[in-house]
């Protein structure tokens, strides 16, 4: 039965002037104690199982492995800088009924035991199921690939959040840009001239109309007039909005034949509407002329 050892670290200082005095403090001074094991023993080691918590040192009756679960051989152990072992690699299999795999077992969560009698046999225990190991995660001995792999993923994370935020910085951007745009558009559209004050026009055998009264034949085509009474153009087309209401209209000024007119928007709250008493004569009023209509910045929708 083969026995199972651990190790004893070696801590090696070597000073200047201990040096250059010859004294080699720590070659020659380490013995094997009672309870000590060589790390060459340690490696192909068995492990084992038991269902039940056994303490560190305890002594078990001849035969009692025979009641545990061999679990896997020790391929390998791990040394911390200290000189101390950490842990062992724990190749696992048949255990699990799967291919063999290493895990890492902590050095903590191991017990060793002795044989009663004369034989001084040791075994290495830990308590554990097959549920544990199979959630263990295998052993990766590529610790430099894994940190390069771990910094690569970390680097192409931080470049694609710095991607995003350029993004959406410029999506932002751009968003308020269009807002300053139309916020724009829309002053200079409420500045482009002054309303012009609703006409109250009076004329023999005529009396006001409501828009309401009127359908779009009745208004489009329907002369416009000024101040002196003059014609100053023609109501072209009516503007609607979302409801339905007509808000607003386009006047043809001036021109001839066609030719040379000056199309303006004007607002129903800048026009009269008069109609004579048989409904032959229709009449829409703007208070303004034809001069001073052809300066009103043109249509341009």
Do not use: C
């Amino acid at each position: 039965m083969k026995r199972f050892l651990s190790t004893t670290a070696v801590l090696l200082t070597l000073s200047g002037g201990a040096y250059a005095d010859a004294h080699a403090t720590g070659f020659g001074d380490v013995m094997v104690q009672e309870g000590d094991f060589f790390a060459s023993d340690l490696i192909g080691m068995r492990i084992y199982n038991s269902e039940t918590e056994v303490d560190a040192d305890a002594m078990v009756a001849d035969g009692a492995e025979t009641e545990w679960d061999d679990i896997g051989e020790i391929n390998d152990v791990i040394i911390s800088p200290d000189g101390q072992v950490t842990a062992v690699i724990l190749g696992v299999g048949g255990f699990l009924g799967l291919g063999e795999r290493d895990v890492s077992v902590s050095m903590d969560a191991i017990k060793v035991v002795k044989e009663e009698g004369d034989s001084n046999d040791r075994f290495l225990v830990v308590t554990t199921s097959k549920e544990m190991l199979e959630k263990a995660p295998e052993f990766d001995r590529d610790l430099d690939g894994e940190m390069e792999q771990a910094a690569e993923n970390a680097e192409a994370k931080t470049e694609e959040m710095a991607e995003n935020a350029e993004a959406k910085t410029e999506e932002m951007a751009e968003n308020a840009e269009a807002e300053v745009e139309e916020a724009v558009v829309a002053a200079d559209t409420a500045m482009e001239r002054e309303m012009l004050a609703r006409p109250t026009f009076q004329r023999d055998g005529y009396q006001d109309v409501e828009w309401t009264e009127m359908t779009a034949d009745d208004l489009e085509g329907a002369r416009l007039y000024g101040v002196n009474d003059e014609d100053v153009g023609e109501i072209e087309t009516l503007i609607v909005d979302d409801s339905g209401k007509i808000t607003d209209v386009l006047a043809d000024i001036g021109g001839f034949l066609g030719l040379g007119e000056h199309t303006v928007k004007l607002s129903f709250e800048e026009l009269q509407l008069i109609r004579n008493e048989d409904g032959s004569d229709l009449r829409v009023y703007v208070d303004s002329t034809e001069e001073k209509l052809e300066t009103l910045p043109e249509y341009e929708g």
